[in-house]
């Protein structure tokens, strides 16, 4: 697969049996659950809301054009039992996330974990 | 002790034999309290978050037809543009109506199970539906409407508490996977406390309009003693659907 942008980085990690756990609430038949994409970003908005918490991330992409990204996230509930909360993420920080694109190529992740500058990863939990 | 003001001892004093008996009755009932979520056995993992069973049961021409017309969002008939009585992706209504027995366990969230004199109360965090499950020895309420949870009565056999319900509408599905049912469905939950931090529902399903035999399976759950039910209210789906119709939409030419 063509890597289209600088910022993602697109890994085939093969068959990834914690997708069904860590995404129950609602399906994921809308998203490439065999292949992680990692886009790296500033956070501009983290809504902790139901059903699903939501990143949004501004990525340059290899022309230096700004592209919006939404990351779709386990629900409030599920990451506050997993020490999140909302301030967990904030407008400004710097992160990359990986997670499963949209089939259709937009840009929307299933969200699977948090990487820090530093290195340090932060991964929502699965359900069980 | 502040807690010995209200035992059953106490009331036996004011109460009726009948009311103090039942009392009584509940006091030596198992202790099935506490908050309780999904923790499924390695070889139930693969289909404990749509459904208590793996397999597809022997189904009437009826209910074939239905399962096939379903178009549900896990499962072996999943698609991204689910059209799931609780939940859909794409329909035009949020989908906030309530999943039934026994689907509402397979929603990943907790429950919590309250015991009172002649009630097990079964508070669910997904959109905090409640059960009211009588023990107190009522049979079922005669001629009752069709209802999205049913009619629930309960009787201890032991250490397990046998719910029976009946009584339900055809609206909702078994699971999350599509299998379907009519009104004539009977569910059998058998709840045990296995040990102190376990909790197994044996399911049974009745429904000869729908399937062939009688047929089921089995939930297992963990106790979460520092959970607290948390606020889920259904129609924030709205928020999910409005990021989920981008993500499957075709993308413009």
Known sequence: MKIRHSAILAAAVGLLILVGPIFAHHGTAAYETTQETTVKGTVTEFQFINPHTLIFLDVKNDKGDVEHWQVDAQSPNQLTRDGWNK???????HIAVTGFRAKNHSNILRFVKVIWPNGQEIKAAPVF | MAVSAFSPGIFAQTSTHSASAKIQNAARTPDLSGVWAQHPPANARSFALYSFTGEIPPM??????????????????AV????APVNPTTGTDVGCAPPGVPRIYVHPYPFEIFQVPGRVIMFYEFSHFVRQIFTDGRPHTPDLAPSWMGDSIGKW???????????FNDKTWLDRGGLPHSEDLHVVERIRRVNHDTLEIKITIDDPKAYTKTWGGQLIFQLKPDWNIMEFICEDNANFLNLQKKAIEQPAK
Do not use: C, M, R
């Open chain 1, 87 to 93: 301030n967990s993420l904030k407008p400004g920080d």
């Open chain 2, 60 to 77: 009437t021409p009826w209910a074939e037809a239905q399962y096939k017309a379903a178009k549900p969002s896990f499962g072996p008939l």
């Open chain 2, 80 to 83: 991204a543009d689910s059209t």
């Open chain 2, 157 to 167: 056999e032991g250490d397990t508490l046998v719910i029976d319900t009946v009584g």
